[in-house]
Nanobody, 114 residues
Framework: QVPLVESGGGLVQAGGSLRLSCVAS????????MGWYRQAPGHEREMVAT???????NYIDSVKGRFTISRDNTKNTVYLQMNSLKPEDTAVYYC????????WGKGTLVTVSS
């Protein structure tokens, strides 16, 4: 099991910000695109943002303009900066290394209060 360790979740009021971090092993980080996914209660897991090894980025429409994914290749870390948070962003957020099948972190809970 490849360790992907997420951090940065928590409770925040609507309109606030959080930054999630995910540290991966060096080999995996160099080879694979990385992504952030989320799963809200009663919903399926959905892609939030992905970033390739070359820096190409994709976002789900609902977070465009509010969330920013980035990767620091010197630290084997991928970040998700989340601004203007909304209650509907409440979910467990998972880091993934996009191999086939993907490697998953254990998740970090983000709760946005109204």
């Amino acid at each position: 099991q490849v360790p992907l360790v997420e951090s940065g979740g928590g409770l925040v009021q609507a309109g606030g910000s959080l930054r999630l971090s995910c540290v991966a092993s060096g080999t995996v980080f160099r080879i694979f695109a990385m992504g952030w996914y989320r799963q809200a209660p009663g919903h399926e897991r959905e892609m939030v943002a992905t970033i390739s090894t070359g820096g190409s980025i994709n976002y789900i429409d609902s977070v465009k303009g509010r969330f920013t994914i980035s990767r620091d290749n010197t630290k084997n870390t991928v970040y998700l900066q989340m601004n203007s948070l909304k209650p509907e962003d409440t979910a467990v957020y998972y880091c993934a290394a996009l191999s086939i099948p993907p490697y998953w972190g254990k998740g970090t809970l983000v709760t946005v209060s109204s």
